[in-house]
């Protein structure tokens, strides 16, 4: 077989390597030049596609399951719980004691003892037992007890202000649209994180398939410089086409150093969002290769474009965040709009002696053993308190106006990733077509360089657009990644980033 015949055969094999579905494209060109060898035998050279696969889901789950912002992002939705939790403690019962003793000159003026169980009630009152005892020669007449002491049951009521909400409510109110803010922001983060994975290791897929296509056009130009230079000795061709060859060999040689440097800083890139089960910065296996089965190259069915929409406006964990807020905002302008009322709080208790016969709750001893306040007080202007509604309301109205603007970004977002993902499926299969017809023409250029009807620059300009086309068809797969992490981001949905 010719010797140029031979590389024709080799090119047509190497091609399967790195596009398997363009086989059957180039069947006619292989049928033309003769019966294929294998393509180290006739390369010398073994293209590196080898490797242990790193499939995108597997990065995916061990990210998530180890990297430190992953951890915090936990730790995140913890601590808005946590400040959750001390926000009931406003509702917490108390109990509180107090002895007071005085004595002088061998007679004890005053012995007080009084103690108290607080129990405050979810609608802004308070139940209250006490046990008050009193001895001592000199004492205030009007904490007189018997030498039992006294108990007594009763509850505080807001009449005026509080009647609504309080302090304590509303700060509960508050912190369960923290702890919603917590989650949100837990999830934000985490979405953050994969959609800056993706793209990584998009960029991964890339530098390794450009380093793959750059290994192939190199060893296709050497083996045309020997085969040149053997034309040459047989005085089949000018000894020129050898300087083209190597120039071409060495142009060639040049983008495979490119190609070799960027996988080699993509896979650094990529090392970083790996980490070990026990916290530990863990390193990429040096013979690990990107594979994107399980990312899912196609676009979204249009009927599903309402769908995903909707599902991007009610997830979002940004809009999450200001709804969070809005009910934060709402919750402190009710309480200041409290304040405009006057304050007023009834006050009402039963007592009894300790060691009464008499049932505690008959009402005819409770007529004449009770203990009763009202207090009442108010400003006259409410300049302090219409100043601070006035700043809640406008509080208020700011958030939701970012609310809209959020969602109206939100909604935009989402059609963006959406037409993304549909525009690269609609370009990749248009790639696709264009390296095998770059191919075509190349093999058909080196058919006619071959019956002398060509040139060796033409053969090789012709040879480089295959490269190249390889190279943007490895281009856009790897965007697919970063479509993906968007249509996360957009959405909140981490589904959407992997396909089963």
Known sequence: MHPLARWVT?????????????????????????????TSALLGVRVDTSGTPYTFPAFIDELLGNHPVAQQARLVAEQARAELRMAWGAFDPKVSAKWDQKRSGGTEYYNYLNSELKIPLPIGADVTLAYDRTMGRYFNP?????????????????????????????????????????????????????????KDYGSWYESWRRRAIAQEGEALAAFRLQAVRARVNNGESAPID???????????????????????????????????????????????KPVLHGLGRGGIDSTQLSALVDRAVQRNPELAKVQAKIRQASAERLLAAQGILPFAEGKLAGIAERGSDESFFNRDRLD????AALVISSPLLFLKETGKFNATDAKLDFQRLERDLVRR????????????????????????????????????????????????LILNLRERLVLDEAGKLASLEAKVASARGALVLATGDRSLLTIP
């Open 142 to 198: 009007d904490r007189r007890t018997d030498g039992n002491g006294t108990f007594a049951a009763g509850i505080s009521i807001p009449l005026g202000q509080r009647i609504i909400t309080d302090e304590r409510r509303t700060a509960l109110t508050q912190a369960r649209a923290a702890r919603d803010a917590g989650d949100a922001e837990r999830l934000g983060i985490v979405n953050k994180l994969l959609y800056s994975a993706a």
């Open 368 to 371: 004449d053993n009770y203990k």
């Open 10 to 38: 080799a090119s047509t094999i190497i091609a399967t390597l790195f596009l398997p579905d363009v086989a059957s494209a180039q069947a006619d060109s292989t049928r033309a030049i003769g019966t294929a060898t294998s």
């Open 409 to 456: 970004d939100i909604e935009i977002d989402a059609r963006t990733a959406i037409f993304d993902l549909a525009n690269l499926q609609r370009l990749l299969v248009a790639q696709e077509a264009n390296v095998r017809n770059a191919r075509l023409l190349r093999d058909a250029e080196q058919v006619r360089f071959e019956n002398g009807e060509s040139t060796l």
């Open 242 to 288: 050898t300087v083209e060859a190597l120039l071409e060999l060495q142009r060639r040689q040049v983008s495979r150093y490119e190609a070799e440097a960027s996988f080699y800083m993509s896979s650094l890139h990529l090392t970083a969002y790996l980490w070990d089960p026990e916290g530990r910065p863990a390193s990429l296996p040096d013979d690990a």
